[in-house]
């Protein structure tokens, strides 16, 4: 299986940056997308960005004038630098891989444990 592993949550004022990194391990055929998705209190869980193998990025409406997605393929790692946060940005963030472990595996998602982001004074 792929295993992915998150870290660089925390807690920061609003305005202020943060940046996540996802590394994925184990057994990895392909990786064929990496993004990032958040999970806020009472709400269901929302894709933040992501960037397929050939560089393609997406993000959501309230996020792409500020957040940027990276990816290191050398690494298997993606970024996700966060600027000008705002408390609507506190969610548990989680780290998902689209991916197949072995050539004859099928593709499928793979989900990191998350990482709390909480913007506040």
């Known amino acids: 299986q792929v295993q992915l592993a998150e870290s660089g949550g925390g807690l920061v004022q609003p305005g202020g940056s943060l940046r996540l990194s996802c590394g994925a391990s184990?057994?990895?055929?392909?990786?064929?997308?990496m993004g990032w998705y958040r999970q806020a209190p009472g709400k269901e869980r929302e894709l933040v960005a992501r960037?397929?193998?050939?560089?393609?990025?997406n993000y959501a409406d309230s996020v792409k004038d500020r957040f940027t997605i990276s990816r290191v393929n050398a690494k298997n790692t993606v970024d996700l630098q966060m600027n000008s946060l705002k408390p609507e940005d506190t969610a548990v963030y989680s780290c998902?891989?689209?991916?197949?472990?072995?050539?004859?595996?099928?593709?499928?998602?793979?989900w990191g444990k998350g990482t709390l982001v909480t913007v506040s004074d």
């Open positions: 998902n891989a689209d991916a197949r472990a072995a050539p004859t595996a099928s593709r499928m998602d793979y």
């Open positions: 184990g057994s990895i055929f392909r990786i064929y997308a």
């Open positions: 960037i397929t193998f050939d560089g393609s990025t």
